[in-house]
Nanobody, 128 residues
């Protein structure tokens, strides 16, 4: 059973930091690229960051570049993907989702259709 479980969300003041984690299990996620997306209330889901299966390549949305860092820990049965978020802004407020890229997809494009498994999300709220 494939599972992606996010954690680490919460309420933080502007300028603060949060670290999100995603525990992925149920298939060999160590060989899949992974990504983070977010969806603010009333808006479409958007790409935040992606990482290759080796962790060697990382991609970011322009809005988070220089503030967010994606990383991964490839264990045998469970892969954990982290999103370190620094210098948070009120506009970063959203539900954050972890996703696994479809094998062979253009995951770095950030297009939702390139990802086939999704977590339930974790809420991040940044107060001004």
């Amino acid at each position: 059973q494939v599972q992606l479980v996010e954690s680490g969300g919460g309420l933080v003041q502007a300028g603060g930091s949060l670290r999100l984690s995603c525990a992925a299990s149920g298939r060999t996620f160590s060989t899949y690229a992974m990504g983070w997306f977010r969806q603010a209330a009333g808006k479409e889901r958007e790409f935040v960051a992606a990482i290759s299966w080796t962790g060697s390549f990382r991609y970011y949305a322009d809005s988070v570049k220089g503030r967010f860092t994606i990383a991964r820990d490839n264990a045998k049965n469970t892969v954990t993907v982290h999103l370190q978020m620094n210098s948070l802004k009120p506009e970063d407020t959203a539900n954050y989702y972890c996703a696994s890229a479809t094998p062979g997809s253009d995951y770095s494009s950030g297009q939702l259709r390139e990802y086939d498994f999704w977590g339930q999300g974790t809420q991040v709220t940044v107060s001004s």
